[in-house]
């Protein structure tokens, strides 16, 4: 080969496989990436149907309850305004707690239940995760919005 | 008064490190001794005073300084006075400064080493890390203080984050780190041979070993943060594509990049831009990987609302460092030129594809890991990217790799001619395929990606052999000639044997493990993979500064007594904290791996458990240690010492004959 035929090999080669990597990288992107929904946004019917997604806030006092095989996990995850309940099966991480920010991924159900494949609760007692402050931020804002009292968690969402 | 001693010593490295930063550089460039000596001493200087900082705030520590904010967020008088002195750098503050104690401890070890090296070379390296060392401590003394008192001292501190607690987390950042500032050595021998202008086969060959050394600690550093994470966290679960960990993986995968690059470097002359490039990227990538991770960034952008001074400066800081060596790469870099020629047959051409995987590899994890990000600050909501992207985009790349990993040692340098390659890679290839095939229908079901795993695997163990069996066949005693060997070769065989072992590792865990969480009874048991785990229930402990329910589960095989494991579920009295310590039992075949998850309320002491069986999962951690392994081998390979030597006579004359002699000399070797 001459050295112009050998640089037009190498350009084609290294062009047709950046291509490839760039195809291969959004692909995974589009497919592997969850979104964030707040309670209130799913209760609003913003969230996907039938697609996996995360959920994050607090769990509610009180309303977590286990199933007879000790396994299967009944809870609410509220932005204090709306809720959401869940249902997990499996062993929940050492931080969750009554109280305390959670992640929950999985899918909502057309009974308004989130059959959750994953629970996340983070590694530190005072830390929230973020999507748990900022579910509780926007719930906040948005009904403060439509100036009904923060006190008055059964008040319609500003939406 | 200690801490304030601290903070002086602090104050004190910061003038040093201006001016290490500053004067050598200009005495290089306007060729003056004088300026040029200063280097060493400023560099002594400079360690002795961040010595006295460090030990300072260590002594903080262990006597329970409360008054020191600090020590009050992140120890206790319960601690146990291990954990006391690895708390130091259990924080933001703490790190930074172990990062610069570091950092002082490398240049130290430059300025120490460098006795053959010509002057202005010296003194440019040095005030390049001068000039990183100076960002540093700005950042700490501005923004954030270790020795800041809290007045009122507090009664007690707030403990020490129980997940931190654990000797694997004792010396898995300081290795993480001595990594991370390591690639500074490369980052500045490469801004020194830009500001010179002058750049060849010697220059490759010192910057060598101190890239060599950087990238086995870094190895280290993230097989002991893996295994941690393993047993600790109690999941199970080795690797989790989770921010901090892809913040010091990004730098490793260019480190390895450029360490292969390297070598092309110092052996051919070829690929000096690149080699440069690299150095830049895996440095600038390390200090991302410190800051963020550190500054919480990647948890949250929020986190840079709430202390703005500490990402504008984090920012600025990077903005700064990539964009003044990028700047004066693309200023210089015409000047120092691309090097030597290949063909596009040839071992060149085989290590620069895989200098290019691995680079696209680093580009995707760093894609999957800001995306969230950049998505949140454009305001387009929150999202999170998941180990399948990872594992996606990983997989593929990887494959062409390895492959060609196994081929690049049995290639020629310059050119090859592929049906003589071929020829003498068929039976290793065909015995890897044989294997590939045949081994997974021993280990239960037989899957494509097992097959493709160990194919990969012993494709690189067989050209291992091969490479082996034609350099140690010949004339000769066999012991001559595996003694006439350089160890750097060995070291590089042990490192490809180590990812061979590394794959195996991951594909048998991967394609083979079981987990069950399960409800237990006291006395119930679980048949799980030809094993019987029987619960005999849990009782109350008291440790030092925690308080434990802790289970007892004997596992037998066919009636027979295997194993008794004792994992724990503590809740730490200082923080209350509860935390899942796993009960291991570790193989050379596989580990049992049980933990407790939470009591089952209104039975009789019955308990979720999870029960995991990992097959060869300790492999994992193996083919790390033999990746290290290599790498030290590589770096006490005897030509390193003799070249020193050798180095300081022919210092003038080395721009022309220099690369000659080195072809000469080392032409042996490949």
């Not at chain 2, 800051?291 to 920012?315: E, W, Y």
């Not at chain 2, 029987?534 to 434990?548: H, K, L, S, V």
């Amino acid at each position: 080969m001459k050295p112009r035929q050998k640089k037009f090999v190498f350009i084609a080669v290294a062009v047709a496989a950046l291509a490839l990597v760039v195809g291969l990288v959004l692909n995974a992107l589009e497919n592997n990436v969850s979104l964030y929904f707040t309670p209130t946004q799913v209760f609003n019917n913003e969230a996907p149907h039938g697609r996996s997604f995360r959920i994050g806030g607090l769990v509610q006092e009180g309303s977590v309850k286990r199933e007879a095989d000790g396994l299967t996990v009944n809870f609410v995850i509220t932005d204090k305004h709306k809720s959401i309940p869940v249902v997990f099966k499996g062993i929940l991480p050492d931080l969750f707690t009554e109280g305390k920010g959670v992640v929950a991924q999985g899918r909502v159900e057309a009974d308004g239940v989130m059959r959750a494949d994953e629970v996340l609760a983070k590694h530190d007692e005072n830390y929230m995760a973020p999507e748990a402050a900022d579910a509780l931020k926007k719930a906040e804002t948005a009904n403060a919005a439509a100036a009904t009292p923060a006190s008055a968690p059964a008040a319609p969402a500003a939406k | 008064m200690i801490p304030e001693i601290g903070h002086f010593a602090l104050i004190v490295a910061l003038f040093l490190a201006c001016c290490l930063g500053v004067l050598p550089i200009i005495g290089a460039a306007r060729d003056n001794a004088v300026l040029m000596g200063a280097a060493r001493p400023l560099a002594y200087g400079q360690f002795v005073f961040l010595s006295i900082a460090f030990v300072c705030l260590t002594y903080a520590f262990v006597a329970n300084d409360f008054s020191v904010l600090y020590v009050a967020q992140h120890s206790n008088s319960q601690l146990p006075a291990i954990y006391k002195v690895s708390a130091v750098w259990g924080g933001h503050e703490g790190s930074l400064l172990l990062w610069s104690f570091l950092l002082a401890g490398w240049i130290l070890a430059v300025a120490l080493f460098s006795r053959h090296l010509p002057g202005e070379m010296v003194a440019r390296v040095l005030g390049v890390m001068g000039l990183v060392s100076v960002g540093f401590l700005l950042f700490m003394l501005l923004t954030s203080n270790p020795f800041e008192r809290l007045l009122p001292a507090a009664a007690d501190g707030r403990d020490l984050n129980p997940l931190l607690q654990d000797p694997g987390l004792v010396i898995h950042p300081p290795m993480l780190y001595m990594g991370y500032v390591g690639f500074s050595v490369a980052f500045a021998f490469a801004i020194a041979a830009l500001l010179g202008g002058r750049m060849d086969a010697t220059w490759a060959r010192w910057s060598r070993p101190w890239t060599t050394v950087a990238w086995v600690f870094m190895t280290g550093g993230i097989a002991i943060g893996s295994w941690w994470a393993y047993y600790e966290l109690g999941w199970g679960g080795w690797w989790f594509w989770d921010p901090v960990e892809n913040a010091s993986f990004m730098p490793w995968l260019i480190g390895t990049a450029l360490i292969h690059s390297l070598a092309v470097t110092e052996k051919r002359g070829a690929f000096k831009s690149w080699t440069v490039l690299l150095a830049i990227a895996a440095f600038s990538l390390s200090l991302m990987g410190t800051f963020l991770v550190r500054s919480g960034v990647l948890t949250s952008v929020h986190s840079f609302a709430a202390d703005p001074k500490r990402g504008i400066f984090i920012l600025s800081f990077l903005v700064v460092v990539i964009g003044a060596s990028l700047l004066l790469f693309a200023w210089r870099a015409p000047k120092i030129g691309l090097g030597g020629k290949f063909d596009l047959l040839s071992r060149e051409a085989l290590l620069l594809s895989n200098n290019v995987l691995l680079s696209v590899a680093a580009a995707s994890v760093f894609i999957g890991t800001l995306y969230p990000l950049f998505m949140d600050a454009l305001g387009q909501g929150k999202l999170s990217v998941g180990p399948p992207y990872f594992e996606a985009v990983f997989v593929p790349l990887m494959v062409p790799m390895v492959l060609m990993m196994g081929l690049g040692p049995l290639a020629r340098w310059k050119k090859f001619s592929a049906p003589e390659l071929a020829k003498r890679i068929r039976w290793a290839f065909a015995s890897a395929v044989l294997i590939a095939l045949l081994l997974p229908l021993t280990m239960g079901e037989w899957s494509a990606m097992v097959a493709l795993g160990l194919l990969l695997a012993f494709w690189i163990i067989a050209s291992t052999m091969l490479s082996l069996r034609e350099r140690l066949a010949g004339r000769g005693s066999f012991m001559q000639r595996a003694r006439g060997q350089p160890l750097s070769y060995y070291g590089m065989q042990s490192a490809h044997l180590g990812v061979a072992i590394f794959i195996i590792g991951v594909t048998l865990v991967n394609g083979y493990e079981t987990e069950r969480d399960v409800r237990m009874e006291v006395g119930d048991t679980l048949r799980e993979g030809g094993y019987e785990f029987r619960f005999n229930g849990a009782t109350e402990i008291e440790g030092p500064n925690y308080m434990a329910a802790k289970g007892h589960m004997t596992v037998s095989k066919k009636g027979k007594l295997v194993t008794e494991l004792y994992p724990e579920k503590r809740q730490y009295n200082a923080s209350g904290m509860p935390m899942t310590e796993a009960a291991i039992d570790t193989g050379w075949l596989g580990d049992l791996y049980v933990s407790l998850g939470e009591p089952i309320p209104d039975s009789n002491g019955a308990w979720a458990v999870r029960v995991y069986i990992k097959p060869f999962v300790d492999w994992i951690w193996a083919g790390c240690l033999l990746m290290a392994l290599g790498g030290v081998l590589a770096i006490s390979d005897r030509r390193y010492r003799l070249h020193r030597k050798a180095g300081a006579v022919k210092r003038g004359a080395q721009d022309k004959i220099g690369m000659g002699n080195i072809l000469a000399t080392e032409g042996k070797q490949s």
